[in-house]
């Protein structure tokens, strides 16, 4: 059974609770080495993605994001040339991928907040962190109207 958005957020919270503060760079069992570790982590995606198309305007960096949508639920894969970016994108699809539109849409996104990552972003990370959640949610919007499409 797939889990819900809330558990996987409150997983999330957990697991980053475990490691050394935002701020104690000299630590690399810190919350930002943890977070390059899971962009690391995020599968290839195929070159054909990287394209302008599939790019999310207004991030400092560049960041390509698709979807497919399986049984009513979407799945994303995305990709940064930066290692942090990659890290919170690999974040944010670990919370929406396997998910249904509406889940996705009405997904309370606090746990940012929670787990004090919010907090430890530059103005320009932190709007395009804001970017990469609506570019999302904009993809569950374009998913659910064609799945009501489908059913008429």
Request: net charge neutral; proline share 3%.
């Amino acid at each position: 059974m797939t889990k819900s958005i809330k558990e996987i957020q409150d997983e999330i919270i957990e697991e980053f609770s475990k490691y050394a503060d935002w701020s104690d760079i000299e630590n690399d069992n810190n919350k930002y080495f943890h977070l390059i570790e899971l962009g690391r982590a995020l599968p290839p995606i195929d070159a054909s993605v990287k394209n302008d198309k599939n790019i999310i305007d207004g991030c400092q960096s560049k960041v390509w994001l698709t979807a497919k949508v399986e049984n009513g639920k979407i799945i994303y894969f995305a990709d940064s040339n930066t290692e942090i970016t990659k890290g919170i994108i690999s974040l944010l699809i670990r919370v929406f991928s396997n998910q249904t539109p509406d889940d996705i849409i009405n997904a309370n996104m606090d746990f940012l907040k929670n787990m004090g990552l919010e907090n430890h972003l530059s103005p320009t990370r932190a709007n395009g962190l804001i970017i990469m959640i609506k570019q999302m949610k904009l993809y569950a919007l374009a998913s659910k109207a064609k799945l009501s499409n489908k059913k008429v």
